[in-house]
């Protein structure tokens, strides 16, 4: 079971850092990635990396303002947000699945088999 944390309402240029953790679990050797969902819109890639390393695909619109991260000693996953924008807006969720994925399918929806419930982040004045 992963437990996203850390949405809320943040002003146009502010910050939040999502938080997704697995009690019980350990992410060893497992892929993990960071999706959104905006209303009326499907869901996507934001971000992803494999727990041992390696390279960490984003998407373009999220690149150079998000970074995706982990605590081996927590064993919890991060998605540091900056100079967030009305369009971030959207719930994000925390995905994973065991074993390393290729970086072109890293940001796919159905390369994932465990899902969070979701953290809704609000960018708004």
């Known amino acids: 079971q992963l437990q996203a944390s850390g949405g809320g309402l943040v002003q146009p240029g502010g910050s939040l850092r999502l938080s997704c953790a697995a009690p019980g679990r350990t992410f060893s050797n497992y892929q993990l990635g960071w999706f959104r969902q905006a209303p009326g819109k499907e869901r996507e890639g934001v971000a992803a990396?494999?727990?041992?390393?390696?390279?960490?695909p984003y998407a373009n619109s999220v690149k150079g303002r998000f970074t995706i991260s982990r605590d081996y000693v927590k064993n919890t996953l991060y998605l540091q947000m900056n100079s967030l924008k009305p369009e971030d807006t959207a719930v994000y969720y925390c995905a994973a699945r065991p074993g390393r994925i290729i970086t072109g399918a890293a940001l796919r929806v159905s390369s994932y088999d465990y899902w969070g419930q979701g953290t809704q982040v609000t960018v708004s004045s």
């Open positions: 990396m494999f727990w041992g390393g390696g390279t960490t």
